[in-house]
């Protein structure tokens, strides 16, 4: 199976005209560091590797640079650097942007334009449009298959509200989201079951009548009807009623012929099938309430079929998601996030983790991060200024300095 491919290596040249900054990617652990003092560039170097891997050359534009380059896993190296017309140099935002490509015995090398490109009014309109829109210039293929390869989610700062409709508190889009997510794994859980019910004494009647053994038999039921309650408990399914079967004996079970313990595997096997629908999203259910459970002061957030996520305080009443803190939302969004918004393989670039959070969460922060990035086999890019992000783990941080260009 092919390794995904990864960010190595970020490195910027001139930023600002002042500062050249080099960040080795802390591979191994999959959780990067940056820290350093307001105006440094942290910020901008976030949003220069999400533009940069995404080919807006509209946003590198804006940021005076002399060099940035992109180094990835499998030996490429991305290159890119502003350009001008003869004459025009070092004006900014830089009219072209000029992105370079390359691994051994393969080269790639594309000019696009700095400049936001004006919308086309509608046909027969007279008006010409009051403002640019910001439509990136047509990326080529090769940068496109980067982006796919890559793929990049931003947390920025604003992250309380949903990008796409700042009226919107992202809490309540999480609740919404996760509704759907969880419709959508019940439906497959239904059809699954309902297709082996339907094929059920078929494959019985096929089967061989071998009996099974035993003991590896009364392990898979156990097994069954463990993964049944820790869904309930999650919030996953209503109740435990869709037990495997009653509590077996060990003299029903031995007793049992081998026509009988066949059948009983056969069921067995079909509810192992049909709960793998629940498999990931299980996983990132219960890191979720792991990473919130220890945070929350009196409260507490469960899943819920109906309203997707509900907050209750230490008396059992339900209290509305936006009465939350800040604090509480944001832990709330990072997690979210990370375990149900980034791919396996995204690079997720988290700005400012520790905003409206108490010493004591950010002291924990890296650690549910690590976690999550194992899980879900991310890579993880934030920046911050608290020193106490990274309270003992000094190995995962990249300070940056104002050495001068």
């Known amino acids: 199976m092919t390794e995904p491919v990864r960010v190595k290596r970020i490195e910027?040249?001139?930023l600002f005209g002042l500062y050249d900054h080099t960040i080795e990617m802390k591979l191994k652990d999959r959780v990067t560091i940056l820290h350093g003092p307001n105006g440094i560039g942290k910020t901008a170097l976030l949003r220069m590797v999400r533009a940069a891997l995404e080919g807006d050359a509209v946003s590198l534009a804006e940021k005076p640079f002399e060099r940035f380059c992109i180094a990835l896993s499998d030996g490429t190296v991305l290159e890119i650097m502003?350009?001008?017309?003869?004459?025009?140099e070092g004006s900014w935002p830089a009219p072209l942007i000029r992105f370079v490509f390359g691994r051994p015995g393969q080269s790639e090398s594309s000019i696009l334009s700095g400049s936001p490109e004006p919308p086309h009014p509608p046909p027969g309109s007279s008006f010409a449009p009051q403002k640019p829109s910001r439509v990136l210039a047509r990326v080529p293929a090769w940068l496109r298959d980067l982006a796919t390869a890559i793929p990049v989610n931003v947390v920025d700062t604003h992250r309380l509200l949903v990008e796409r409709d700042r009226s919107t508190v992202?809490?309540?889009?999480?609740?919404g989201d996760l509704v759907k997510r969880l419709s959508d794994t019940l439906t497959s859980y239904a059809n699954e079951t309902q297709e082996q019910s339907r094929s059920f004494l078929q494959r019985v009647l096929r089967?061989?009548?071998?009996?099974?053994?035993v003991e590896d038999l009364r392990r898979r039921i156990g097994a069954v009807q463990g993964a049944l309650e820790r869904l309930s408990t999650l919030g996953l399914l209503q109740?435990?009623?869709?037990?495997?079967?009653?509590?077996?004996t060990d003299l029903e079970l031995q007793s049992a012929d081998a026509t009988k313990l066949s059948m009983m595997a056969q069921y067995v096997a079909d509810q192992e099938r049909a709960l793998g629908a629940f498999r990931e999203l299980s996983d990132r259910v219960g890191l979720f309430e792991k990473a919130l459970a220890t945070k929350l002061q009196d409260k507490?957030?469960?899943?819920?079929?109906?309203?997707?996520?509900v907050a209750v305080n230490r008396l059992g009443k339900q209290i509305p998601l936006a009465s939350l803190s800040s604090g509480e939302q944001h832990e709330i969004v990072i997690f979210y996030e990370l375990l149900f918004l980034s791919p396996k393989g995204t690079l997720v670039l988290i700005d400012e983790p520790e905003i409206s959070m108490h010493l004591l969460w950010q002291k924990q922060l890296v650690a549910d991060i690590l976690e999550i990035a194992?899980?879900?086999?991310?890579?993880?890019?934030?920046?911050?200024?608290?020193p106490?992000?990274?309270?003992?783990?000094?190995?995962?941080l990249v300070p940056l300095t104002a050495e001068a260009a």
């Open 170 to 175: 992202t809490v309540k889009w999480i609740a």
């Open 12 to 14: 910027v040249k001139g």
């Open 207 to 213: 089967s061989n009548g071998e009996g099974p053994d």
């Open 374 to 386: 194992k899980l879900v086999e991310l890579d993880v890019l934030l920046a911050t200024h608290s």
């Open 239 to 248: 109740s435990t009623r869709e037990a495997v079967t009653a509590p077996l």
């Open 388 to 396: 106490y992000i990274v309270d003992e783990r000094t190995d995962l």
């Open 300 to 309: 507490s957030v469960r899943l819920s079929q109906t309203e997707g996520l």
């Open 82 to 88: 502003p350009s001008w017309p003869e004459g025009q």
